[in-house]
């Protein structure tokens, strides 16, 4: 994967291409961004930049054999961690190397993708991944051996937020006395979640979203849309090209969670002075409380950014408007006159808690419930 083929993110290309032309490459380097800008594919581009002694970011003029090497991410001297879960296969104890074919094919089908894709695609949405202490054992073993073409070794650790307490600490040990030309890249979305040891032993390089243009020409240019509906798609992603390819997709979720927000606040509206509508709020949470823990942090992220929509609509700045729900007989502009200053903060308040909540495999049928009647008094506040 070459700088040339990430989208956007020009000034952190030439910070890192200037860091590996100079020779002075930090031991341990944390990117973060926001979904779909490009950490994973930066990460990648920037070890075959090193590992390949590439010369120039827009084409391959380092050694051949490393480049094709990399064309299949099988470059012996780049390894990968990630979150994974058990599954019919790896019934216990699951490791990244357990996964690395499915691993790679998923990475060469959507760099940008996301946690819940990479659950999705090896069918297990119903679960929460994390990085166990058995991929901390395997790091060590595969740094402790010599590179396998006697320059760097490049560790990328994806989502390494999702690492559980007893692998952080052994990465951490890893990170204050690293194995000679070693090069770690951690690629988060969430860095607060990242415990300030390993955080504070590692050069922190922060993304962006992926400008509006930048995505529009890509739709252009790699998916071969029409320039109108690439630049409507490019506005609805928000800077989140794994996003746009979902939009462009016609993702089943996007649909679904509109559908799913817009039966939640029609039986918040009925259940004030209704208690026979708490029954529909019951229901709604019981169903929702089945899907995988993923979906329903997704779902919350969307509801957040349903309700903001909501509230720049009610005060009057359209041109920041992006969502157009295509729920039957469901307007935003409708819907947008009952959030404003007076209930937001709780609102938002309330969707962060139970996002919280669940991640930390709370009840999720408890915990929706009781957002769902919080709703219901905030969304009739004056």
Not at 38 to 44: D, E, Q, V
Not at 59 to 86: C, I
Not at 187 to 216: L, M, Y
């Amino acid at each position: 994967m070459l700088f040339s083929s990430i989208l956007g993110q020009q000034h952190i290309k030439n910070h890192l291409i200037k860091s590996a032309e100079s020779g002075r490459i930090p031991h341990a380097q944390l990117f973060v961004g926001p979904e779909g800008c490009g950490t994973l594919a930066m990460a990648i581009a920037y070890a075959q930049y090193i590992l390949c002694n590439n010369t120039n970011c827009e084409n391959q003029n380092g050694n051949e054999s490393r480049n094709l090497k990399f064309q299949n991410l099988a470059h012996p001297d780049l390894h990968f961690v990630y979150p994974t879960v058990s599954t019919e296969e790896v019934k216990s104890k699951p490791k990244s190397i357990d996964f690395i074919t499915d691993w790679r094919a998923f990475v060469l089908q959507n760099p940008y993708g996301s946690l819940l894709d990479w659950y999705s695609y090896l069918g297990v949405q119903n679960k929460q991944g994390e990085i166990r202490v058995d991929d901390a054992q395997e790091i060590l073993k595969s740094l402790a051996l010599k590179a396998y073409e006697g320059g760097y070794k490049i560790m990328i650790v994806w989502m390494a937020d999702k690492l559980n307490t007893a692998a952080a600490n052994k990465l951490l040990k890893l990170l204050e006395e690293p194995p000679e030309k070693t090069i770690f890249l951690l690629v988060t979305e969430n860095e607060e979640s990242i415990i300030s040891t390993i955080r504070s032993r590692c050069q922190a390089i922060h993304f962006n979203g992926i400008p509006e243009h930048d995505i529009t020409q890509a739709l252009v240019e790699l998916q071969n849309l029409d320039i109108k509906l690439a630049q409507n798609i490019a506005h609805q992603a928000q800077g989140n090209y794994n996003k746009a390819l979902h939009l462009l997709h016609q993702d089943a979720d996007d649909l679904a969670f509109e559908e799913w927000f817009v039966v939640w606040v029609r039986a918040a509206f009925k259940a004030k002075g209704n208690p026979a509508a708490i029954q529909d709020l019951i229901q709604w949470s019981e169903q929702i409380a089945q899907l995988g823990r993923e979906r329903q942090k997704k779902f919350l992220e969307f509801c957040i950014e349903m309700f903001r929509q909501a509230l720049l609509l009610n005060y009057q700045a359209p041109q920041l408007v992006y969502l157009s729900p295509k729920v039957e007989k469901f307007k935003l502009e409708n819907f947008a006159p009952f959030i404003h200053g007076n209930n937001i903060d709780a609102i938002f308040t309330q969707l962060s808690e139970a996002l919280y909540h669940i991640e930390r495999n709370g009840n999720a049928k408890i915990i929706l419930t009781d957002l769902s009647i919080q709703l219901t008094r905030l969304i009739h506040k004056k």
